[in-house]
Structure formats: structure tokens, C-alpha cells
């Protein structure tokens, strides 16, 4: 894909002025039922009932995710679904032995990886210019780049379940290594970690740890 013209350019940025003026109009801020759902009162969840996970909502969670901002729109992350017993018997193979049933009977387990290869689609995610020589024959800063950004969409990615209705569980208590090797094997990709989601059995929730007041975590300068 070659590079938007001046006047092309000119025209995508007004295009996206004039959208986001609508959204913002149209919904300011979201009330606080809103933010309940997708953060403050949320939970991570590791019990599960049997109702299943349809796929057009995990379309529908990607498609939100994907719209989430990444440096240089470079949308490393990538996103495994694992919902077959045998799929799932093999995913098992990488688990703590305490997380192997919060897995197992999750609906759908989601492997959260990145490209290391990302950059090589920049032509058409980032259609501005070519920005692939600020990756091409440098390893080290390719991989820090997809490792924080895939995290990054990742974070989009258990808000948006959340937005949609469902419940998540990450979970990190695995093998890097045996994952990547079983799913990944001959590939760019590498995990970085584990999401259950499902509808959640909430008689096995406890009470909500603590979070730090403001004062403790933030400052200015």
C-alpha cells in the first residue's frame, strides 16, 4: 500500500476530527454503572458455569480491541481461542498444576500473544509512510515494542469482554515456553499470557484485595 497523498491525509484527519466530535457529543463521559462494569466493581474470576461463549461475541470483543490506539498502529497482539477439549488438553500441558481446572472449565481460553514479525505489516497499518526500518534488523526493539503494545491491546481486550457482558480470568501461572512451542511452534508469535472467559460461578468469589489510595500511587512534579 503506498502513502496517502497530502490531500488524501489532509482529508482521513478531517474525516476523524468530525467522528470523534459526534462521539463525544453523543456520550461525554460514561456513567458510572458504565465504569462498574468494565473496572471498578469487576472481578477476575477461576470458576465457571457451562453457558457457553458464542463466537460472534468474540468477533465482536476483537473488533472493539482492534480499534484501541498502539504505537504507530502497529496492533502486534494476537489472539489464540482455545475451546476444544483436545485444544485445551494441550494447553494444560503448560499449566501450574492449581490452574489446570480454572482453565479447564472456562468456556474459552484465550491465548494473548504478539508478532514479533509485526512491523513487516506496517504498509497497511500505518499507510502514512514507511516506518518499517525502524524495525527491520533490530530484534531487540521489535520485541519490546510487540511485548508492550500486544500487552497494551490485551488490556483493551479484557475491558472490552467485560463491556459485552462476559467474565475474564487472566491468568500467568503457565509456561511460556511450552505454549509457544505447542501453539506456535515455526512462528513469530509468542505468548504472553493466559484470559478465561465465560459466564462466572460468583459463589466462588472472596473479597476484593485492595488497591492503593491516590496518594500512594501518584504524584506531581
Known amino acids: 500500500m503506498t502513502a496517502l497523498t497530502g490531500e488524501a491525509l489532509a482529508r482521513a484527519r478531517a474525516e476523524a476530527q468530525e467522528a470523534v466530535r459526534k462521539v463525544r457529543i453523543a456520550c461525554p463521559k460514561l456513567d458510572d454503572a458504565a465504569i462498574d462494569l468494565i473496572l471498578r466493581d469487576a472481578r477476575s474470576h477461576y470458576a465457571w458455569t457451562d453457558r457457553p461463549v458464542p463466537r460472534e461475541l468474540l468477533e465482536e470483543i476483537y473488533e472493539i480491541t482492534a480499534n484501541g490506539p498502539t504505537s504507530m498502529n502497529c496492533c502486534p497482539a494476537r489472539f489464540l481461542f482455545v475451546e476444544s477439549a483436545e485444544a485445551k488438553a494441550r494447553l494444560a500441558k503448560s499449566l501450574k498444576a492449581k490452574n489446570i481446572d480454572k482453565m479447564m472449565s472456562a468456556p474459552v481460553t484465550v491465548i494473548i500473544a504478539h508478532d514479533l514479525d509485526f512491523w513487516k505489516e506496517l504498509p497497511f497499518l500505518f499507510p502514512h509512510e514507511d516506518r518499517r526500518p525502524h524495525f527491520e534488523g533490530k530484534p531487540k526493539h521489535s520485541e519490546t515494542t510487540a511485548f508492550r503494545n500486544g500487552t497494551l491491546q490485551a488490556a483493551y481486550f479484557m475491558i472490552a469482554a467485560r463491556a459485552v457482558g462476559l467474565d475474564t480470568g487472566a491468568m500467568s501461572g503457565f509456561s511460556n515456553e511450552i505454549v509457544d ?38 504524584k506531581f512534579v
Open 181 to 218: 512451542e505447542e501453539f506456535f511452534g515455526g512462528s513469530t508469535l509468542r505468548s504472553n499470557f493466559l484470559v478465561n472467559l465465560g459466564y462466572a460461578d460468583e459463589s466462588a468469589l472472596f473479597q476484593k484485595l485492595p488497591r492503593f489510595p491516590f496518594d500512594k500511587a501518584c
